[in-house]
């Protein structure tokens, strides 16, 4: 399997893509003064979220983690690449509105992380620019 590159950052690729399936079909309905229905669909091109988690006995480093929240923090970046294991490409930036655009957890040890810790998990929050 290959791996999910977020940007330059190398992630496994057997995160789970947890909205890959979200309906991107909208629809809305209301009635007219004459009392006729009006209903209103739209297909959502941009915005689409990309909620990646690692699913049980996956994990990411330490470091990996460190160079998703300097992308994160980068100013200079706002949109970058997601490619997934199967070669697909989104152009994409991160989604704050959902929560922290990163959230990990070391899930084992609770010493002080070191740089080469490999037990965190993650979410991963972005959406289609």
Request: hydrophobic share 40%; aromatic share 8%; with cysteine.
């Amino acid at each position: 399997m290959s791996n999910w590159q977020i940007g330059p950052v190398i992630l496994p690729g057997d995160l789970e893509w947890i909205d890959e399936f979200r309906p991107l079909r909208r629809q809305s309905e209301s009635l007219s003064l004459a009392g006729g229905s009006i209903v209103q669909r739209s297909t959502q091109l941009t915005g689409i979220p990309i909620t990646l988690q690692t699913p049980p006995r996956v994990f990411v480093t330490r470091q990996q983690i460190t160079d998703l929240l300097a992308l994160v923090d980068d100013a200079q970046v706002d949109t970058f690449l997601a490619r997934h294991p199967d070669g697909r490409d989104f152009i994409c930036r991160f989604r704050h509105r959902d929560g922290q655009p990163v959230d990990w957890a070391n899930t084992f040890f609770r010493s002080p992380p070191q740089a080469t810790d490999g037990w965190h998990t993650l979410t991963l929050r972005l959406m289609t620019a």
